[in-house]
C-alpha cells in the first residue's frame, strides 16, 4: 500500500525557517517525480515544487522561488522542503503527492505550518 | 499560469441522486484534467484521470467527461460514503492548478 506521511509542520515567525519531510513507503521511491502542493486555510490548492525522480531537475512556483528548497534521499525514501524566509502567506496546510502516471495519484494527509509573530 | 472555474462551490444532495459538478479552463488544457475526493482529515483520493480514466478501485458510479476548456464529474447515484469535497486539477502545464472546490453535502 502506497504511504506518504509527512511531518515537521508547526508555528514560526515570519522570516525564519521550517523543514518538511515525506517519508514514503509501498513503492520504490526512487523511480517517481515527487512534489509538495499546499492549501492555505479556506483557499484553494496550491502547486509548490516538483523533483525529479532523480533528483537532477527542481521546478517552483513564482511565489517561493528562491525561498523554499526541494529534496529528497532515495536512500530513505524521504521527500523534503526547506522553507526560508517564511512569510504569513505561506501559512498552508502542506502535502506531498506522488507524481505517477497518472500524475499526482497519491497524497500525504497534510503537516500544517502557521507563520506568525 | 491557466486558472480553473469548477462550479457549484456548494451542493446538497441526496443518497441516489445524479450530480454533476463542472471545471472551466481558462485555455485549452488538452484532457489533462484530474478529479479528487477530499474527507475531513484525509489525504486527496483521484478518482478520475485525463479527464474519464477512472483509478483503480474507484467505483463505476464516478465518470468524467470533457474536452478543450469543459470538463465534468458525474456521479450516477450517490453513495453516503460520496460525501465530501471535490476538486478538479489540470497537468497540461506546469505549474499544475486546481479549481476551487465543490463540497457535496447531504441534502
Known amino acids: 500500500e502506497v504511504q506518504l506521511v509527512e511531518s515537521g509542520g508547526g508555528l514560526v515567525q515570519p522570516g525564519r525557517s521550517l523543514k518538511l519531510s515525506c517519508a514514503a513507503s509501498g513503492f520504490t521511491f526512487s523511480d517517481y517525480n515527487m512534489a509538495w502542493v499546499r492549501q492555505a486555510p479556506k483557499k484553494g490548492l496550491e502547486w509548490v515544487a516538483t523533483i525529479s525522480y532523480d533528483g537532477s531537475s527542481t521546478y517552483y512556483r513564482d511565489s517561493v522561488k528562491g525561498r523554499f528548497t526541494i529534496s529528497r534521499d532515495n536512500a530513505k525514501s524521504t521527500l523534503y522542503l526547506q522553507m526560508d524566509s517564511l512569510r504569513s502567506e505561506d501559512t498552508a496546510t502542506y502535502y506531498c503527492?506522488?507524481?505517477?502516471?497518472?500524475?499526482?495519484?497519491?497524497w500525504g494527509q497534510g503537516v500544517m505550518v502557521t507563520v506568525s509573530s | 499560469d491557466i486558472q480553473m472555474t469548477q462550479s457549484p462551490s456548494l451542493l446538497s444532495a441526496s443518497v441516489g441522486d445524479r450530480v454533476t459538478i463542472n471545471c472551466k479552463a481558462s485555455?485549452?488544457?488538452?484532457?489533462?484534467l484530474n478529479w479528487y475526493q477530499q474527507k475531513l482529515g484525509e489525504a486527496p483520493k483521484l478518482l478520475i484521470y485525463n479527464t474519464n480514466n477512472l483509478q483503480t478501485g474507484i467505483p463505476s458510479r464516478f465518470s468524467g467527461s470533457g474536452s478543450g476548456t469543459d470538463y465534468t464529474l458525474t456521479i450516477s447515484s450517490l453513495q453516503p460514503e460520496d460525501f465530501g469535497t471535490y476538486f478538479c486539477?489540470?497537468?497540461?502545464?506546469?505549474?499544475?492548478?486546481f479549481g476551487g472546490g465543490t463540497k457535496l453535502e447531504l441534502k
Open positions: 486539477f489540470q497537468h497540461n502545464s506546469w505549474p499544475g492548478t
Open positions: 503527492a506522488r507524481e505517477g502516471i497518472p500524475t499526482a495519484d497519491y
Open positions: 485555455q485549452n488544457i488538452n484532457k489533462y
